[in-house]
């Protein structure tokens, strides 16, 4: 009978404000962005990773709008982009030219109280990754910490 290659979750790097790492979304402008600090990734492993984004609307959003997601990556030394390693705002819409899109958090509801997420799956084979946030919206988000995250789990193959 041929082995079993089951799923494993680890444990969630999150970035948000207290997380594992930091990132801010707090009162993110509309056309505006914003990068986590850089994080190592464990040596060895998982090239497999879920990621989840939440959020909240300051006001009601228009449904439709979009918020993107990318992965920013670096061995180190090199990066993506020029805007650092650190947490901070993304200085231009241009320097997502060479990030990678992840996925798109599309507004379903116009209405600021429910929080909007979206997921999806990466794979990551860089020493360092930061999620790089785009608010192509027209509305700022929450000015409430709690309300924004974005979280990346290891989901290494584990052969039984």
């Not at 970035?15 to 986590?36: E, Y």
């Not at 990754?129 to 584990?158: K, R, Y």
Request: proline residues 5%.
């Amino acid at each position: 009978m041929p082995n079993e290659i089951n799923v494993n979750r680890g444990t969630a790097i999150t970035w948000k404000v207290g997380g594992t790492a930091d990132m801010s979304m707090t009162s993110l402008a509309a056309a505006a962005g914003v990068q986590g600090s850089m994080h190592t990734l464990p040596d060895p492993g998982s090239r497999v990773w879920n990621w989840r984004v939440y959020t909240k609307f300051a006001t009601a959003p228009v449904v439709g709008d979009m918020i993107y997601v990318y992965g920013k990556t670096s061995d180190g030394t090199h990066y993506d982009n020029d805007d650092g390693a650190t947490s901070g705002s993304v200085s231009a819409e241009d320097k997502l030219r060479n990030l990678t899109l992840m996925g798109v958090l599309i507004v379903d509801e116009a209405s600021s109280t429910p929080e909007f997420s979206t997921s999806g799956t990466v794979l990551i084979d860089a020493a360092q990754f930061a999620p790089v946030i785009w608010n192509a919206t027209a509305d700022a988000l929450s000015s409430t910490d709690a309300d924004h995250g974005f979280e990346l789990t290891p989901v290494p193959d584990e052969i039984q």
